[in-house]
């Protein structure tokens, strides 16, 4: 009698660790599940030729940034004197992937300022159209650092991609409304790149 007792209970106890074994990797699965991948590295396939960086650079910082960009209705010497919208200032926060405040953007010249003081400032290369008519191009630009060192110490070219908003030029710009001041909120992502 005391074998099968014995045997019953060593049954039930394995039985009962087989339950919570079971159990417990069905809910360390599912945690698992719900956890996300790492952020994958930036890739530039997406994008139309004029945007792409030369062979040779890396990307050294990826940012969102958020902000304003001032227009003024006045004559624009870039557009042959013609009266349009010209925008006068940027002005934006920038924040790395994990939503840290890293820097800000302002203009002109159009300069980007890292919080450990270093700093780059761009000239335009390229632009290239974007989906939607009021978000302003995509552009890239040459990078020109400051001698500071830090973050944008070596910053060869600068991206900005997946815009949002800035460009909604819709209000009255004739030589009447000359003068007259527009802000415009906006989103776009940077991507700052240095030699390899």
């Excluded at 039985?15 to 952020?39: E, Q």
């Excluded at 919080?115 to 159209?129: E, F, I, N, R, Y």
């Excluded at 909120?185 to 991507?191: L, R």
Aim: glycine residues 8%; positive net charge; hydrophobic residues 35%.
């Amino acid at each position: 009698m005391k074998s099968t007792h014995n045997v019953l209970l060593a049954w039930t106890k394995s039985a009962a660790i087989t339950t919570v074994m079971v159990t417990g990797t069905a809910l360390l699965m599912t945690a698992c599940s719900t956890v996300k991948p790492p952020a994958k590295e930036y890739s530039q396939d997406r994008l139309d030729d004029q945007m792409l960086v030369p062979a040779g650079n890396v990307v050294a910082l990826e940012t969102t940034a958020v902000g304003l960009l001032n227009y003024e209705c006045r004559p624009n010497p870039a557009n042959a004197g013609a009266i349009g919208w010209v925008l006068m200032k940027p002005e934006a926060e920038m924040r790395d992937r994990t939503g840290k405040v890293v820097g800000r953007y302002v203009g002109p010249p159009a300069t980007w300022t890292h919080t450990d003081g270093s700093s780059v400032v761009g000239t335009q290369l390229a632009l290239a159209p974007t989906t939607g008519a009021t978000n302003i191009p995509n552009q890239l630009s040459r990078g020109t650092p400051s001698a500071a060192p830090g973050a944008m110490q070596n910053i060869t070219y600068i991206q900005r991609i997946r815009t949002k908003g800035g460009q909604d030029m819709s209000k009255r710009c004739t030589q009447t409304e000359v003068g007259d001041k527009l802000t415009l909120p906006y989103q776009a992502d940077y991507i700052f790149w240095k030699a390899a």
